[in-house]
């Protein structure tokens, strides 16, 4: 036991410590119902108008409006498509999801390893509830708030270039154990990646080599009626009621934007009809997507989403994510960042190398694929330093911000990622960070691709409405959320909003926007923090 819980004990008369529950999560509250199939939620949202005045005062006027939440209570049957199913993200979710469903164990010479998902905010992650009657913590898993569909229950397809079977992707892929991939071949070599989508002008000319899988036309209308065909095969076939898409193919070289050509969701489908040279695989993949009614996940920097394809979505009410997994550095730099500068500590220079040697890094050895790359790396902490005005002055007072990536093929997937962080604090103090992380890069990724698929079932399940100042709402006023999900930028390098939001890199508000949307919809406040039963008891002796 530690000082701290003796001394919780001894200050209230508690039990201490903390416990997660295991089961769903019920909430009884008048702002909460489960009715015709559906959780109907009411929510009290504060939000503050902030005025400034010539004198650079503030005057804050907090507003509330009453929402209502509709959500089908029941997670439909889901299927995953991804787009690169043959690469070490593709492979090694797959390998994951058939390991937990079959429960395969492996041995390593250290132990016997079990299946899990750890890695995921759904499977694995935890939201605090409140205090139990012996003053305990009570969590439970992220996955228990709300009914959500099971990774085990989640059916595996997609397409690749390559048309390795799966067992022999994730041989090629050498991220997981030998004996885990041995127990899994069987499984898996049945498993077979559908032709793809393929221009090479948007893709490493190191690539071509294994693009034996591809759709045999060059037509961008044939190949784009036929990834359309595809996911509706695949939901017919395997009974499914919803597909969610994932890109997890490379990173494609930037679509030139222009008008005419894909500003337009009309002038984008035109161009898909005349072939244009500018409208790229991906961007074929999400269109075919969207007209079927699939969420779009776009784990790559380049331009999927060009206008026409935001406005496309739009029109068809169906979510898209993106752009760029937010998976390791990145991810660490934007708690790094928001730590540091939320302390009011200066940072001036963020220096960050990674290196790795799997097929990703091989591609991105080509100048032109590395462009978005680069880009998607470098802009992850402006709303952070915007945020710290009395640090950071307007206009050309960021830190310098230095991105190196470097292809070392004997590493694999194993990456590396060494990153020094310098800043000022008090009296102009130097405060140097150095960090050094190293993981498979594809266990870092592949839980990530299963939350998005997840929550894009969860969130295409849920309405809204806003009461009228009488407090009610017509049934007929409810709607689907935004399509751009932002929500979704926990996941994501440069999180895709719907327009006039601000883009929020820092991961901590980040996952408080998931959380305290969840606790939305079943009816809970969002989480303060306060805990001021304690600081401040209700009965005083
Ligand atoms: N931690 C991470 O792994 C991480 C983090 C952020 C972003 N990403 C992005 O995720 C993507 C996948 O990473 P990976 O390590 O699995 O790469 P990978 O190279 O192992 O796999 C990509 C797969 O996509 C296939 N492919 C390429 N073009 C295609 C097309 N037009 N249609 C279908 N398949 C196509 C390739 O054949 C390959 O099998 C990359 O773009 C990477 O930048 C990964």
Redesign the pocket.
């Known amino acids: 036991m530690t000082d701290n819980t003796e001394q919780r004990k001894r200050s209230i008369g508690r039990v201490a410590g903390a416990i997660t529950a295991s089961g769903l999560l019920t909430v009884k509250s008048p702002n909460v119902r489960v009715e015709d199939g559906f959780i109907r939620s009411r929510f009290r949202y504060v939000t503050v108008n902030a005025v400034l005045d010539e004198e650079g005062n503030v005057v804050a006027i907090p507003t509330e409006r009453f929402y209502r939440f509709k959500t089908k209570f029941q997670p439909r049957k889901l299927g995953l498509l991804q ?10 979710v797959t390998a994951a999801v058939v390991a937990n469903q079959q429960g395969v164990s492996w041995e390593t010479r250290d132990r016997v390893h079990l299946p899990n998902y750890n890695g995921s905010l759904t499977q694995a992650a935890t939201l605090r509830v409140g205090f139990d009657d012996h003053g305990r913590d009570v969590f439970v898993p992220i996955k228990s708030v709300i009914p959500m569909a099971e990774p085990n229950n989640i059916v595996l397809g ?5 048309g ?1 079977n799966l067992a022999d ?1 994730m041989d ?2 050498g991220v997981l154990e030998p004996d885990l991939r041995r127990k899994l071949r069987p499984h898996m070599e049945t498993m077979k ?1 559908l032709p ?4 090479r002008q ?2 490493a000319k190191n ?1 071509v080599p ?2 034996d899988n ?1 759709i045999e036309s060059q037509d961008k209308q044939v190949q784009l009626d036929q990834l359309r065909r595809d996911i509706r095969d695949f939901k017919e076939q395997n009974g499914l009621e919803f597909v969610v898409v994932v ?6 070289r930037y679509a030139v934007e222009s008008e005419g050509v894909n500003d337009t969701a009309d002038n984008l489908l035109s161009s898909i009809k005349s072939s244009h040279q500018e409208v790229s ?2 961007t074929l ?1 999400c269109v075919a997507s969207i007209l079927e009614g699939c969420p779009y996940v776009n ?4 331009n999927t989403f060009v206008p026409g394809a935001v406005e496309l979505a739009k029109k068809h009410n169906v979510i898209i994510s993106g752009d ?5 550095q ?1 991810k660490m730099k934007s708690v790094l960042a928001d730590y540091l500068i939320g302390c009011g500590v200066k940072i001036k220079t963020m220096v960050t190398y990674n290196h790795l040697g ?7 050895t080509d100048e032109v694929m590395w462009k978005p ?1 680069s880009a998607s790396k470098s802009r992850v902490i402006e709303d952070i330093v915007d945020s710290n005005g009395t640090l950071y002055k307007a206009g050309g007072d960021s830190p310098d911000h230095v991105v190196v990536v470097k292809y070392v093929p004997f590493l694999g ?1 194993s ?1 590396r990622d060494v990153s020094e962080y310098t800043s000022e604090t008090f009296m102009d103090c130097h405060y140097t960070t150095i960090m050094h992380n190293e993981c498979l ?2 266990a ?3 839980p ?1 691709i299963l939350d998005l698929a997840i929550f894009a079932e969860l969130f295409s399940r849920v309405l809204y409405a806003v009461e009228d100042e009488n407090g009610k709402v017509k049934e007929e006023s409810f709607s689907s959320m935004e399509s751009a999900m932002s929500v979704l930028g926990f996941y994501m ?1 440069i999180p895709r909003t719907p327009p006039g939001e601000p883009i929020v890199n820092a991961l901590g508000r980040q996952k408080s926007c998931i959380e305290n949307l969840l606790r939305a919809l079943v009816g809970l406040e969002p989480e303060n923090n306060m805990l001021l039963e304690t600081k401040c008891p209700f009965t005083q002796a």
Do not use: H
Not at 158 to 162: E, K, L, N, R
């Open positions: 787009v690169g199913w043959g690469g070490n993200n593709g492979s090694t997609g397409w690749d270039i390559s390795f992707a090629r892929a990646p793809a989508a393929f221009d948007f893709i690539q294994r693009a591809i890109w997890t193919g490379n990173s494609e695989p991906s993949y784990g790559s920097p380049q760029d997994f937010k998976s390791g990145t799997n097929n990703d890094m091989y591609q991105l790359k997937d990456k890069d594809s870092l990724c592949s990530l390098k």
